[in-house]
């Protein structure tokens, strides 16, 4: 099944499902909004949806932003294999977390803004994003896996002059509206990244990143179980799974987005996300 | 002025003011309730506020954490030059920054649960906590000092060993009620940490931290500022200024909290945290 937030003519947006080749409204402003609600289910969901035929024609349909208000943004670095040794760095005991604020995500297909002040190197980063279904607290990895609402594709805007100016990483990860996630969240029973979701990224048409989730170190599953030894995860709430090989910063000579570069990361079922750099 | 969130007898809470003796309700659950409210004002409070007479004494009233549901919580780390020098580093150019969630939060007087996994290495950090009164996006340092609703202390309690498991320290720093602040907002035109607020972290009686606020390579307007360069800050957001010298891991030998172990955090004029350690 998928669902998204759909933008509709007068500038709202309403959460909506998937029925052949319409998005069938659901009530429900955004996927924020219906997940947080304490009955939400898959069979309410069914059951809430439009008749079909009333529906919004998929190819008409503009995708927004489909979980606007998440309670937290979670995000692990130093995922995939290829991409940790790019980084010139060696396979890890923990995963590396660092939060974002609901703030800095941004739609499918929005244009990504990025202030004079963080211009000089914007990098790009395909990543496979987890959206919670359910309450998780020092949860096992199966309790974890059962918890899944689904998958989105993410990309991790990154400053990397901003994130490394110190130790710490988050004031370059933290830019208002420059994570784009979507464009569509694919429930948990029709896709599944233990079998492999090949991710890729493209600049201007370039192919610069390919990785498979198979090779990540630490499964959707196990990054949620973990997280939640910590911090109580919500339906809704959304984890970031790491970028594989291929940024910008580890090319020689490192190669930055610049104003009108446009960014494709796409994986089969899951879509695509095409967002274009501004720079203002 | 001091503003408070106060726990009601009948499991609740009330936003309130204090005049005198007493505290005077106002008609808002707790201050981020207040805070959120577009047309909120220091005149407003006042004028919201219950007659005198009517209110609560001060010795009666037990103050809850002041700020349930910031939008942001903002911390610094390395801000004190002693401190800076304690964990052997140089003093910046920027400030290091790393978020907190919502959860993270705790009251004045709560227990401060560690689960199992997490009580190796639990230091204590005594802090300053500057809360945003209005919105600022790319502000500058005089914009954001008008934009400074108030200040309060906190105790940013880290497990050391989570936070240094990776390179980000983001997952030692935000264990689900483990961050006491409060316990009274003191506005702004009351206390100026530019003039130098003493402030001091005792362990079972003994004093291990002492720092004055004068000495903060950040100072609090600055700080806002060069958030906002990243992101829109807003009424009801926290931002954590860091720690003076003196935490349990800059010891020699290290020395951690341990199950019973109350922890003092105060400063004049704000009043202070006392919380007690509860390992479970």
Redesign the interface.
Known sequence: MELATIRTPNGSTAAAVRRGDEWMGLAAADLSELLARPDWSWEAVTALAAPVGSGIPVDEAELGLPLPTP??VVCC??NYADHILEMGRDL?????????????LTGPTDDVAV?T??QAAVDWEAELAVVVGSELR?ADEEEARAAIAGYMLANDIS?RD?QK???????GK???GTTPIGPVLVTADSIDPDDGIEITCEVNGVRRQHGSTKTLVFSPARLLAYIS????LRAGDVVLTGTPGGVGTGMQPPQYLSDGDAVVVRAEGLGQLVNTIRFN
């Not at 890890?92 to 800095?104: C, V």
């Open positions: 309670g937290k670095g130093l890890p005991e923990y995963p590396t977390l660092f939060a974002k604020f609901a703030d800095t202030p002040q963080a020092r400053m901003w100016r110190t130790l710490q990483w988050f004031q933290a830019f208002d030894q910590f911090t109580a």
